[in-house]
């Protein structure tokens, strides 16, 4: 066999590298059985080796393993030779570098000789730093806890101690502002011993304790003289009380705080003292501020000043001819006494000014005052009381006698008080009061205010049903005047409905609107019982006419619109004017009218309803002779039947149109019949009778 060049193996034939070749080789040229070796794991070899360059030349040249092997073990064997041969050359490098090892290691060995020295003083050393950690942490703690301990001794010693001065002050000093800062130290002081029970167990409190207790029995006692001394200089004639509260109470409130804490018996003797003090001397002053305001009163109306009581009997029992203007014209009229709800935050009358410029009022005007000043001073007390004494009950014991004044003048001038209109104005103005204290947030007088405002409606409707039983049981022949002209009783009525509705229009109270349809109905029904007294049926309706237009007029004088009531005089008016228009007519224009009215107003009548010449030309004839002078005569009736120039022009204005419409219902009349056109000639024109019309409406 051929060997195989190893470039070429290698470049070439890699892949069809044939293993089997060199191990047949190696069995026969070694005569080595299967006895002797195990092939086990050569091929596994082989191909570890396939990439190892020498391996693959040594198999790629045929070279024999055991000569291979051999050629190695003797390469091998030279260059131990050599080396030995090398190391002899060095052997005096070798034994001089021995020798400087032997000597570091002797300095190493010194070295690890002074560290292992260092080591042990280190540990030591740490040994008695931790030592004085130790100590160090115990003294920390040992610093912390005296001086925790001093603290507390320290406080304790000061709450406890009673100093020279404040002794001093509480003896001797005057009540001032430094005597209400020691009375407050002496106050902690006293609460610190009562309140810590480590405090009752320590000896010093025995030593201490007595001088505190004689120090708080001094306090309350010189507290008790000087606030007692305050309240008794409330009482002084012409004291300002709301400046002395404010300016010299409430600046040494901290006394009652004192006693209320560390004397409640001293304490409840000046509260009975401060409300026994203002009780009196507020119910004199409302008593006396009263009496000043009665002198100023002026009596609006008794109990016959009523809507339906004829002016001949009031005259008889006042010995006048007539009603006086003043102050009975303001018994049914609103009129300026709806200014005092806008004068509600003013300040109250001072009564000795108005007595001097000799004023006289009506109750409502003292009624405000009177109130106002009560709901100031209680607000103004109220406030004081809960500031000064930290408690609001005290202020309801104050008041009782106030209020009570003000009551006993209250029931006993409502129980004479006929004056429907004061009275609403009254209500009106407890309701303003209580928005008044709404505001202020002060809810002390709701209950007063609300049982006045109870006992004032039961008194108006009294006396307003008063008013409307006068008008249902009136006297028909003495109120009865033979005169067409506004009855006096319809101006009453007008003005006082015109009044309640004014002062009901912001509150819409719907039993006050019952109570004046009730009212109307029974105006009503008396000016149709006083219409009948007249014996003509023209003068019933000018009288009807000439007071249904009064209570309109009235009613948008007050600018209220009038409600109900106007609307229903409205529609009773129209239908009034409707049927004295229809009379007026019938007095001047008869025969006109009833011929008219028996005609059809179309002109598809039958020839026996069509008039003939000598039925239409008298009427024509009479018409144009004489339509003038009727015109004429119907405006004097209407100036002296009418005395209000918009009533009398409204009248007339229908008039003035219905005759129109009868007129040109003849004119049509004449066109339809046979021969009518020779009338023509005597017909009026229209606008004739409109400029004829004219000249008289310029007079009205």
């Known amino acids: 066999m051929e060997a195989i060049p190893a470039a070429e193996a290698l470049d070439g034939h890699k892949d069809m590298f044939d293993l089997g070749v060199f191990v047949g080789d190696l069995a026969q040229d070694e005569e080595v059985t299967s006895d002797d070796e195990s ?11 396939k990439n190892d360059q020498e391996v693959a030349n040594i198999l790629a040249n045929g070279i024999k393993l055991r000569e291979y092997t051999k050629g190695v073990e003797n390469n091998i064997r030279q260059v131990e030779l050599d080396s030995i041969q090398d190391y002899i050359k060095e052997s005096e490098n070798l ?15 010194q070295m690890e000789t002074v560290l292992t ?7 030591s050393i740490s040994s008695d730093i931790k030592v004085l950690q130790e100590k160090s942490m115990d003294m920390g703690l040992k610093l912390k806890n005296r001086k925790a301990a001093e603290s507390k001794l320290s406080k304790f010693v000061e709450d406890i101690i009673v100093p020279p001065r404040m002794i001093d002050i509480i003896v001797d000093g005057e009540v001032n502002d430094e005597y209400m800062k020691t009375l407050e130290t002496l106050s902690k002081k006293i609460k610190f011993i009562d309140a810590d029970p480590m405090v009752k167990s320590s000896k010093a409190l025995k030593d201490v304790q007595p001088e505190v207790e004689r120090l708080r029995q001094k306090a309350v006692s010189k507290i008790f003289e000087f606030v007692i001394q305050k309240f008794y200089a409330l009482r002084k004639p012409k004291t300002n009380i709301q400046i002395l509260q404010q300016s010299v109470l409430l600046k040494y409130k901290y006394t009652i705080i004192f006693l209320k804490e560390h004397a409640k018996e001293i304490y409840a003797e000046v509260r009975a003292a401060y409300i026994d003090t203002m009780n009196k001397v507020l119910s004199a002053h409302f008593r006396a501020y009263i009496q000043a305001l009665e002198k100023l009163q002026m009596d609006i109306a008794t109990s016959t000043d009523l809507l339906g009581v004829e002016t001949r009997s009031t005259s008889f029992l006042f010995s006048i001819g007539k009603e006086p203007l003043k102050p009975r014209s303001s018994v049914f009229a609103l009129g300026d006494r709806i200014n005092i709800l806008k ?23 003292l009624f405000r005052s009177l109130q106002k000043l009560l709901i100031d001073t209680a607000t103004s007390e109220y406030l004081f009381t809960d500031d000064f004494f930290g408690e609001e009950s005290i202020f309801h014991d104050i008041f009782a006698g106030p209020i009570q004044v003000v009551d006993e003048h209250f029931n006993a001038v409502l129980l004479n008080c006929y004056d429907a209109i004061g009275i609403m104005l009254m209500i009106r103005i407890i309701h303003q009061h209580q928005l008044i204290m709404f505001r202020r947030r002060i809810p002390c007088l709701d209950s007063y205010l609300d049982k006045v405002n109870m006992s004032l409606w039961p008194r108006f409707k009294m006396v307003f049903d008063l008013h409307l039983n006068s008008l249902r049981n009136a006297n028909i022949k003495t109120l009865w005047e033979d005169d067409v002209h506004p009855h006096y009783v319809t101006r009453r009525y007008a003005e006082f409905t015109a009044s309640l509705v004014h002062l009901n229009v912001e509150h819409g109270d719907g039993q006050l609107d019952l109570n004046l349809e009730r009212l109307r109905m029974a105006i009503e ?11 003509k049926p023209k003068l019933q309706t000018i009288f009807l006419i000439n007071n249904y237009d009064l209570i309109i007029a009235i009613l948008k004088e007050a600018g209220t619109e009038g409600g109900k009531a106007q609307q229903h005089f409205e529609e009773v008016l129209k239908s009034n004017i409707a049927i004295y228009v229809e009379e007026l007519l019938l007095e001047h224009f008869s025969d006109l009218i009833k011929f008219v009215k028996t005609r059809p107003a179309d002109e598809r009548a039958t020839s026996s309803e069509k008039a003939s010449i000598a039925e239409v030309e008298p009427l024509v004839k009479d018409f144009a002779s004489r339509y003038k002078a009727s015109i004429e005569l119907m405006h004097k009736d209407l100036i002296t039947s009418f005395s209000n120039f918009l009533c009398g022009m409204e009248i007339l204005r229908a008039a003035v149109a219905q005759l129109l419409l009868y007129y040109t219902r003849l004119t049509e009349c004449v066109k339809t019949i046979n021969g009518g056109s020779a009338l023509n000639k005597d017909l009026v024109s229209i606008s004739s009778i409109l400029f004829e019309i004219k000249k008289y409406s310029r007079t009205f």
């Open 117 to 123: 020295g260092f080591q042990t003083e280190i540990g």
């Open 525 to 535: 029904d008396l000016l149709v019982k006083l219409a009948k007294m007249f014996g």
């Open 39 to 49: 092939l086990e794991g050569l091929q596994q070899e082989l191909d570890n080796c």
């Open 343 to 365: 004068e509600i935050d003013q300040p109250a009358l001072i009564p000795h000014i108005a007595e001097a410029k000799s004023q006289k009022y009506s109750y409502e005007v």
């Open 95 to 109: 034994v001089s570098l021995h020798d400087q090892i032997r000597d570091c290691d002797n300095i190493l060995s």
